[in-house]
């Protein structure tokens, strides 16, 4: 399968507390996608990260890719109860993206 | 804000059955794209299309077809319908044909194949 993998594939945890999923990717890749889905609705794009990129900051958010290792971390940080989606990490190749089965993440008030 | 309209977010159909699904964007994008979305599978790209007229195979693209006569639209179709054609189907729109665009999708269509 060429399919990004993140780990865990489901988070729980209290509101207040930080969020860290993790993604792979199998693949050389342009760049590295985060995409947000609440239950039942589309997708919604995060914040993309380049390949000679290490670091990216967007609000609550803060993504690192390691190309050495084809990793991919999503921090949220001070979560909060709308948090609760599922996350995909979608590794961006030629002319393609590839998207990863999600992480669940439940946030509790 | 781009909006990437599906024309049902639930349909129910019976196998055999001939099914259109319709997708409309409204930023003059180039590029859509059909997804199916299966749990634990993540979403797997059944059709694309970069132009009016113009259409690639994804992935999965046998049981559908496509349709892009104008460039906001682009139609999904099963021709004919089966029951592992069950899922949710995502349309997506995109500004340019590089992968370092972010892609904008609409609400999904929930589809049930009896």
């Known amino acids: 399968s060429q399919q990004g993998e993140e780990d865990p594939q489901a988070l729980s945890i209290q509101e207040g507390e930080n969020a860290t999923m993790n993604c792979s990717y199998k693949t050389s890749i342009n760049n590295l996608q985060w995409y947000r889905q609440n239950s039942g609705r589309g997708l919604v794009h995060l914040i993309l990260i380049r390949s000679n990129e290490r670091e990216k900051h967007s609000g609550r958010l803060r993504v690192t890719l390691d190309t050495s290792k084809k990793s991919s971390s999503l921090l949220i940080t001070a979560s909060r109860a709308a948090d609760t989606a599922s996350y995909f990490c979608?590794?961006?190749?030629?002319?393609?993206?590839?998207f990863g089965a999600g992480t669940r993440l439940a946030v509790h008030p | 804000d781009v909006k990437v309209t599906q024309s049902s977010r639930y349909l129910v159909k019976r196998t055999g059955e001939k099914v259109f699904l319709e997708c409309v964007q409204d930023m003059d994008h180039e590029n859509m794209f059909w997804y199916r979305q299966d749990p634990g599978l993540g979403l797997r790209l059944i059709y694309f299309s970069y132009d009016v007229k113009m259409k690639e195979k994804g992935d999965i693209p046998e049981g559908y077809s496509v349709s892009r006569e104008k460039k906001e639209r682009f139609s999904l179709i099963l021709e004919s319908a089966s029951t592992n054609q069950t899922s949710m189907y995502l349309c997506?729109?995109?500004?340019?044909?590089?992968?370092?665009?972010?892609?904008?999708f609409g609400d999904g269509t929930r589809l049930s194949i009896l």
């Open positions: 997506a729109s995109s500004l340019s044909f590089n992968s370092n665009q972010p892609q904008h």
């Open positions: 979608v590794s961006g190749g030629y002319n393609k993206l590839i």
